[in-house]
T-cell receptor, first 112, second 112 residues
Framework: SQTIHQWPATLVQPVGSPLSLECTVEGTSNPNLYWYRQAAGRGLQLLFYSVGIGQISSEVPQNLSASRPQDRQFILSSKKLLLSDSGFYLC???????????FGAGTRLSVL | DQQVKQNSPSLSVQEGRISILNCDYTNSMFDYFLWYKKYPAEGPTFLISISSIKDKNEDGRFTVFLNKSAKHLSLHIVPSQPGDSAVYFCAASAGSQGNLIFGKGTKLSVKP
């Protein structure tokens, strides 16, 4: 069966520090991968998605970037965190673009 | 511009009664709709979906109804249980190229 792992579960970082969140999927090949952010009262905002290695689409211009160095690995990064980057970050995967997405457990990021 | 709207931020229901969660959409190209359930500090989990060729889909206590002419769908939970207390997200996609678009969620509280 397919599983998705996301870590760390919580992270407290100072403003201006770098960020690296990792997500890996097991049990499937060539998944579509997604990064979302859930800010308080604002639902799920799609940040990036990837349909293959090295292929990244950005939905929202911002202080973050994403990379997909391997088929089942998706990384969310920032060179310098802002206070506004605080939120709950979710990684997800799907078999095809418009199909059911399966989410990881999320990372609670607090930028202080 | 919100393409998927969940106009009720919260809903409170007595245990054993019916919970009805509503979702409206504006994009007539949406042809696939999903409901997700999310507990605090966890990733959303897929509940039930419906294709635009149907007007009803049922899975145990959960039924989703789709009214294409009104661009409206609803999730019915019968009977409601305290463990159903969570945030419910509606999502929609358009064709094979469309990512999922999520609503802002409705927080359901089921009181014993």
């Amino acid at each position: 069966s397919q599983t998705i792992h996301q870590w760390p579960a919580t992270l407290v970082q100072p403003v201006g520090s770098p960020l690296s969140l990792e997500c890996t999927v097991e049990g499937t090949s060539n998944p579509n991968l997604y990064w979302y952010r859930q800010a308080a009262g604002r639902g799920l905002q799609l940040l990036f998605y990837s349909v293959g290695i090295g292929q990244i689409s950005s939905e929202v211009p911002q202080n973050l970037s994403a990379s997909r160095p391997q088929d089942r690995q998706f990384i969310l990064s920032s060179k310098k965190l802002l206070l506004s980057d605080s939120g709950f970050y979710l990684c997800a995967w799907s078999g095809v673009v418009n199909d059911i997405q399966y989410f990881g457990a999320g990372t609670r990021l607090s930028v202080l | 511009d919100q393409q998927v709207k969940q106009n009720s931020p919260s809903l409170s229901v007595q245990e054993g009664r019916i919970s009805i969660l509503n979702c409206d959409y504006t994009n007539s190209m949406f042809d696939y709709f999903l409901w997700y359930k999310k507990y605090p500090a966890e990733g959303p989990t897929f509940l039930i979906s419906i294709s635009s060729i149907k007007d009803k889909n049922e899975d145990g206590r959960f039924t989703v109804f789709l009214n294409k002419s009104a661009k409206h769908l609803s999730l019915h939970i019968v009977p409601s249980q305290p463990g159903d207390s969570a945030v419910y997200f509606c999502a929609a996609s358009a064709g094979s190229q469309g990512n999922l678009i999520f609503g802002k969620g409705t927080k359901l509280s089921v009181k014993p």
